[in-house]
């Protein structure tokens, strides 16, 4: 009997198919010979196991697949129309004309991020961005880093390693991602003392707390949940004043970091850096990528002394933040300087946006799509850790798929494989696309790929 292994083709074999030469052309001929040989081997292994060989065929298939989705550009463009502003899994806020503008011209050629164009020295490359984040939150200085995470870990390293930081129990929270503040505290090597109750916590408790080891008071944005009720919490300044008393700095984790008031847009209310200064918190820490509608940072602002000491660390250089992002940071918050985050910022503009103006682009949408299509009333949300359990008032496109082979799974995976990916959201058997969080550049290729999905 001839050996199964013979029936695998030569390296050379397959090279020489077209399909193959094709890919050899779009990538290079040595990453696609190592992919050849890492599928015959496979294939040798699937004999080994007791199993039939691919053919030739499969096996050029296997060989395209792989290439196809191994070495595809990522991260693709997707639509979000689930009406969730913040989306962490659609990389959070996008960003405006101004922000990737300068994001791009800080990629493609050079630029004086470390120089002092005055006096052709070695510059620094936060100096610029302290001053305009200093400008718009009200703080003497500031520092940015990679993202909110490694801000806080960086200022409680520079701070309170080797002491003592006071935490409310109720707010030792995890933020998601497995970020929880009991764990940024071991890792910075302070040591958290929890003080009062789960619901209700009081200025006296952090105060019966405070020792000569005592590093910092730390206060957290309680950001992806609610504790409703029986609760209470002090409020920032009795920190401040507690802090002053005792020569403890107060440190305040705001999380979102919002610099516009948001119950002027009928939301609850979101701390606002500038409050959290205005409080007079030691630092003020808060993501770039969340209510600021700007790229993923790390924003620590306060007392200058604080800062320096902070900026001096050795971890500040670990969580440095990269030039593409600050220069994207840069012009988001010049769009706050200039008073016009809520018509620039992206995120801004969607919650911004009248419920009525919602509703008409819904029904120009359903106009489009036809009697599969209908229009109600539905809620967006602010989502990626901001304002919990928030929501504004909305209007959504609903594709019913109780009559569709597969029902809404299929229909919203069809949605996901469109030449642009869009993604909606799914209740009841039903698709729902909520045009608030759907940028108007987008609504072209939208409408083409639901079109040919619920033809299809
Ligand atoms: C989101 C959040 C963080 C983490 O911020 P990233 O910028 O995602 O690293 C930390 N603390 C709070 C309270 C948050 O809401």
Known sequence: MKSPFKSLPSVEKVLSDNRVETLVQRYSRQV??????????????TILDGYAAPDFDRLVQAIEESAETN?????????????????????????????????????????????????????????????????????EAAIVVNNNASALLLGLAALASGKEVIV????????????????????SGATLIEVGTTNRTYARDFEEAITENTGAILAVHASNFRITGFTHAPELSELVELGARHSVVV???????????????????????????????????????KLLGG??????????????????????RAVRIDKMSMAALAATVLHYIKGEAEEKVPIWRMIAMPEGEVASTAERWQAKLGDQASVESAMSTIGGGSLPGETIGSWVVVI????????????????????????????????????????????????AVVTDAIRA
């Open 32 to 45: 696609v010979v190592d992919l050849v040989r890492s599928e015959i081997d496979t294939a040798r292994q």
């Open 71 to 139: 070495w595809r550009e990522w991260p693709v463009h997707v639509i979000n129309a689930t009406g969730v502003i913040l989306h962490t899994n659609l990389g959070r806020a996008p960003l405006s004309r101004e922000a990737t503008d300068a994001a791009r011209r800080a990629a493609l050629g050079y630029s004086d991020l470390e120089l002092d164009l005055d006096t052709g020295r070695r510059g620094s490359r936060q100096a610029h961005i302290s001053n305009l984040m200093a400008e718009v939150t009200g703080a």
């Open 168 to 187: 409310s129990r109720g707010e030792a929270v995890e933020i998601g991602g497995g970020f929880r503040v009991p764990d940024v505290l071991r890792q």
């Open 251 to 289: 440190l305040h984790d705001l999380g979102s970091g919002c610099l516009l008031d948001t119950t002027a847009y009928g939301l609850a209310h979101e701390p606002m850096a500038q409050e959290s200064i205005q409080a007079g918190v030691g630092l003020g820490f808060f993501s770039g990528d």
């Open 295 to 316: 790229p993923q940072a790390g924003i620590i602002a306060g007392k200058r002394q604080l800062i320096d000491i902070v900026a001096r660390h050795p971890l500040a």
């Open 400 to 447: 019913d798929c109780r009559n569709r082979p597969g029902g809404a799974e299929a229909l919203a995976n069809a949605l996901r494989h469109g030449d642009t990916p869009v993604i909606g959201r799914i209740e009841d058997e039903r698709v729902l696309l909520d045009p608030r969080t759907v940028l108007p550049e987008e609504e072209e290729s939208l409408l």
